[in-house]
């Protein structure tokens, strides 16, 4: 059965999202930029909400921004065939190598271990 690992940027104050609701405050230096790539090379599926979902896609094609470091074309690589599951009762579709859910979280995480 596989595990599961969860992972979330949250503020020292408990948010999520800044007070304009975006999630840029959470760009990492490069060293942190680096953990995340050595941490995402281990990663089988991620799970998304729609606004981390938002975010995330523009990764998709960022391997096409010719103003992007080694660092971040190497994450692009590893991210766009990584498969997605994204959680949107709002979304009626998704790009890239995602799918949203069928189920609730609980039901989707039992489906992902078996």
């Known amino acids: 059965m596989r595990s599961v690992t ?5 503020s ?4 999520i999202v800044g ?3 975006g999630f840029d405050w959470t760009a990492p230096d490069e060293e942190v930029f680096r953990s995340w790539i050595d941490e995402i090379r281990e990663v089988g599926v991620h799970l998304l909400g729609r606004r981390l979902y938002d975010t995330m896609l ?7 921004d010719p ?3 080694d ?7 590893i991210w ?11 979304l009626p579709a998704v790009q890239g190598n995602a799918r949203l859910a069928s189920g609730g979280l609980a039901e989707e995480i039992e489906r ?3």
């Open 67 to 69: 103003s992007l470091d």
């Open 80 to 90: 766009k065939p990584l498969p997605k599951v994204v959680f949107s009762t709002t």
């Open 6 to 10: 969860y992972s979330m940027g949250v």
């Open 12 to 15: 020292l104050d408990g948010y």
């Open 58 to 64: 523009y990764w998709e094609t960022a391997d096409q």
């Open 19 to 21: 007070p304009d609701g």
């Open 112 to 114: 992902l271990r078996a």
């Open 71 to 77: 660092s971040m074309l190497e994450w692009a690589a």
